[in-house]
């Protein structure tokens, strides 16, 4: 995937998770009887017609105003479900903002390495590179920060999830563990989940047999994807309605909502059964 055509993928990757960041990918909400928005958080969705499934680690949720699915990809966007919801948990979880990106391929090659996926940040300085079992994790320094209130020090990571091109990246607040090796564990785990819980895909389209066992733990991280999961096999799986590739991105006011993600919000409300 040393080619344009390789690096013009990956460009497309993350150009379009930042869209996601900076546009939003903001649909009106549902509302309550006096027309105030309803927040909500989801612990499972799927982007790609289902080919890419999201299960959050517990104590985070899926922003269900920013979620967009296609039949060929999607927008997902992370962070505490106190924070999305504005209802207490009950999880004590570190801040962060981590977004999923799932585009078509369009390559046969092999997992793109740290080195393409660093031609595609552009002027963000890499500090950090690590690359195995069909994961690539680099940790950059942006030339400026999304808000005020995240540190410009982030995780990006690449991987290719049946026949998707899936780009990862995870903000914490200026000066967190989020911006060093807990984001790194984070996003690593996240990572992981999605293999667990995607559908594992043959060449060509069809379920691998049971037979088959998609890889579980990365060698050398100590990461157990099942470990603290949320159980959410008995929720919904949320599934939008495909939209036109050509639709752009709605609402605004991003930046301040990311920065308000980053924030621990306590309220005296407690989350109501159907939140979770």
Known sequence: MRNGTGKSVLRIVWAWALLGLLSGCLAPGPQDDAGAAVKTGLHRAELAGGDVVIVPPQGYCIQQETLHSRATGGFALLASCETITGYVSGYDVDPMVLTITAVPRRSEAAEPDVEEIAAALGDRKVLRRLHGDGLTIVQVMATESLTT????????????????????????????????????????WQAERLREESPLMVRGGGPVPEAMLRPHVRPGTGIEPGVGAADASAEPIERP??????????????????????????????????QE
């Open 149 to 188: 209130e995240d540190d410009p020090r982030h995780w990006r990571a690449m991987m290719v999830l049946n026949g998707k091109m899936v780009g990862l990246a995870l903000y914490g607040p200026k000066g967190s563990a989020m911006s060093g090796e807990k984001g790194l564990t984070m996003l690593s």
């Open 241 to 274: 309605k495909p939209e036109p590739e050509n639709d752009t991105a709605k609402g605004g006011g991003v930046k301040k909502l990311i920065a308000g993600l980053f924030q621990r919000r306590r309220t005296d409300k407690t989350m109501p059964e159907q």
